[in-house]
């Protein structure tokens, strides 16, 4: 394939070659089309894999319920909203579960997007604006990022910070260097997408407070998955003093796709004016309304899915310390394995899902560089067994390669 017979604005297309030597090897772990997915099993070229990889946390996404309900809406509202939240999108759907949301992570508002992609997005580029200043942690998740290079590419001149991951004396340096009267906005995940680690969220508010900062807080991995009631990283912490603003996604714990931003009624108004992922993109569908109000009511219901994931993540992170896996500061359903090397990272991912378990090989930039690892993440449906012959497959296969 000769690049120069197209316009120069393709050639690093037909330059880039690193996924089709993967493929051609046969460890290209991306892109692989399942055919089925029931409970904690999924099929992929025929075959039944144990999925040790999936943000389905509560198992909800395969639930009878939210599919039932989901339907029953269709008949109703049909399949699409056709438009934007802000001109003919708006369902009474969408009211009335951003009046659930609400009341779930108590604040006085909600508002529902499209994916939790889109919301840290919109929210994070509504807030932001000229000569802002926002403190990111460096493990953010990248639609937090690029919230904020949004902002900057429409607004021009916020001041991004990046903080060590979660290291308050860090934060704290970056603070006192940033004008005492400037509008300052601290932004974290509650769990962290890669590592599974949690927040020190205290230790934030006492800064935000002391600093006159707000504080974002990204609970994608938190909600349904810490604190005694699924409620997040507040209340695993026991902290009664909440964030400013509060986003999840619909597809994790939900099992549904969209998301939402939680906070006071005048910074919801301020966003749903100045969103420009909500107000140029269309609706969240009814379908994934239907399902994501199904699992709030499931969630609240059934508070011992919420328990025994907990109680299966704590088994694995145990399991894979104890056989030698370094799995980071892991404290949730997210586990690492570290490897630190991308050759023998896609190596054991072949090696697992060779032996039927599917987990996720993920490389720089989705980590610091030399940190490649493999993210595996447990649901509550798993059983007892599933685990054990994935910590089991891990040592076998881990030993062979090395990497333990
Ligand atoms: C921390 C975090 N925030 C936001 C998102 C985006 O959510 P969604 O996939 O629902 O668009 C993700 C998804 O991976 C995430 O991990």
Redesign the pocket.
């Known amino acids: 394939m000769n690049k120069h017979n197209y316009p120069p604005i393709f050639h690093k297309c037909y330059e880039f070659t690193e996924a089709e030597t993967a493929r051609s090897s046969g460890i290209y772990p991306y892109f692989k089309p399942i055919t089925r997915s029931q409970g904690s099993k999924v099929y992929i070229g025929g075959r039944e894999l144990l999925m040790m990889g999936s943000?389905n946390y509560l198992g909800l996404a395969n639930d009878p319920r939210l599919k039932e309900a989901a339907e029953q809406v269709v008949e109703r509202y049909g399949t699409s909203c056709s438009g934007s939240r802000f001109m003919n999108g708006t369902l009474d759907l969408h009211e009335e579960l951003e009046g659930q949301l609400a009341e779930f992570v108590g604040r006085e508002s909600a508002v529902c997007f499209s994916?939790?992609?889109?919301t840290?997005l919109g929210a994070l580029s509504a807030l932001l604006g000229r000569g802002d200043h926002v403190i990111s942690d460096k493990f953010n998740?990248a639609?937090?990022l690029d919230g904020i290079f949004l902002a900057d590419g429409t607004k021009k001149k916020v001041t991004l910070h990046r903080y060590k991951h979660n290291n308050a004396a860090d934060l704290e340096r970056i603070l006192q260097h940033i004008p005492e009267d400037a509008a300052k906005l601290i932004v974290t995940?509650g769990v962290f997408?890669m590592e599974g680690d949690i927040a020190e969220l205290p230790k934030i508010m006492e800064l935000a407070r002391r600093y006159r900062a707000g504080v974002y807080i990204?609970e994608?991995?938190a909600i349904g998955v810490i604190g005694n009631t699924g409620k997040g990283t507040a209340e695993h912490h026991g902290m009664d003093q909440q964030p400013d603003l509060v986003m999840c996604?619909?597809?994790k714990s939900f099992g549904s796709?969209g998301?939402f931003v939680a906070g006071s009624s005048i910074l919801m108004d301020y966003i749903k004016h100045f969103a420009r992922s909500l107000i140029f993109s269309a609706s969240m569908p009814p379908a994934n309304i239907a399902a994501v109000m199904k699992a709030l009511e499931i969630m609240k219901q059934e508070p011992e899915r919420i328990t025994s994931l907990q109680e299966n993540a704590r088994k694995l992170r145990e399991g894979f310390t104890s056989i030698g896996f370094n799995i980071g500061h892991s404290e949730t359903a997210i586990i690492p394995l570290v490897i630190s090397d991308n050759q023998k990272t896609f190596m054991f991912w072949k090696a697992l899902f060779d032996r039927d378990i599917y987990v996720n090989p993920v490389i720089h930039p989705a980590v610091p560089p030399n940190r490649s690892l493999i993210r595996c993440s447990c649901m509550s449906i798993h059983t007892d067994e599933e685990l054990d012959r994935f910590l089991q497959v891990s040592l076998e296969e881990g030993k062979k390669l090395g990497v333990i």
Do not use: L
């Open positions: 943000n994916t939790g992609y889109q840290n998740h639609s937090i995940d997408s990204d994608a991995h996604t619909f597809s796709i998301g």
